[in-house]
């Protein structure tokens, strides 16, 4: 199973940018999966940002993400996006995009079978 991350760039405050991650594989069902983005500034741990369900398709975020990123999924597409919205430096930082087949807690690494290779979002003036 391979999750192909892209989107992310260098942008400047209050910009938008939006990252998409599309699974491929044999036996990979991608109904079957929650999808996540993850992020891991420099010096910092990885944290959860966003999830999408396979279930139902609800939705969760990062307080510190609330109101300025939608997640979303096209399931013809095996695709899930981040729209990023409102961009502060703050939000510099290695997103990741990761599947769970069982989630019960989206914002929990270990969670997650699958992951991407990181795309690199850099917000600075």
């Known amino acids: 199973v391979q999750l192909q991350a892209s989107g992310g760039g260098l942008v400047q405050p209050g910009s938008s940018l939006t990252l998409s991650c599309t699974a491929s594989?044999?036996?990979?069902?991608?109904?079957?999966?929650?999808m996540g983005w993850f992020r891991q500034a420099p010096g910092k741990e990885r944290e959860g940002v966003s999830c999408?369900?396979?279930?139902?398709?609800?939705?969760y975020y990062a307080d510190s993400v609330k109101g300025r990123f939608t997640i979303s999924r096209y399931n013809a597409k095996n695709t899930v996006y981040l729209q990023m919205n409102s961009l502060k430096p703050e939000d510099t930082a290695v997103y990741y995009c990761?599947?769970?087949?069982?989630?019960?807690?989206?914002?929990?690494?270990?969670?997650?079978?699958?992951w991407g290779q990181g795309t690199q979002v850099t917000v600075s003036s």
């Open positions: 990761a599947a769970a087949q069982i989630n019960s807690s989206w914002s929990q690494e270990y969670e997650y079978d699958y």
């Open positions: 594989g044999g036996d990979f069902t991608f109904t079957d999966y929650s």
């Open positions: 999408i369900s396979s279930s139902d398709g609800s939705t």
